[in-house]
């Protein structure tokens, strides 16, 4: 059973920075891809990127040369650090690998 947990939402001014984290149990980090997704008030859940083990990323245009995933293979975390953030970034993000979801942290932008 993998577990995934997030941590690092929090409000932020826009034009501010936060970095989220996904720290994983009974996962096999090496063997997955892990993935950031975020879903605002009243829309759709939406990718924002996502890391192979290879190493090789993937972005959503919308945070594309403002957002940054990386990864930790010895802590079996993934990061998001998110600069440059704007109002419309407000939503609770989730951490994903494979079929399994965390529970999400909120992210809040505003003034």
């Known amino acids: 059973q993998v577990q995934l947990v997030e941590s690092g939402g929090g409000l932020v001014q826009p034009g501010g920075s936060l970095r989220l984290s996904c720290a994983a149990s009974?996962?096999?980090?090496?063997?997955?891809?892990r993935g950031w997704y975020r879903q605002a008030p009243g829309k759709e859940r939406e990718l924002v990127a996502t890391i192979t083990r290879g190493g090789s990323t993937n972005y959503a245009d919308s945070v594309k040369g403002r957002f940054t995933i990386s990864r930790d293979n010895a802590k079996n975390t993934v990061y998001l650090q998110m600069n440059s953030l704007k109002p419309e970034d407000t939503a609770v993000y989730y951490c994903?690998?494979?079929?399994?979801w965390g529970k999400g942290t909120l992210v809040t932008v505003s003034s």
């Open positions: 994903n690998e494979g079929a399994y």
């Open positions: 009974g996962s096999s980090f090496s063997s997955w891809a």
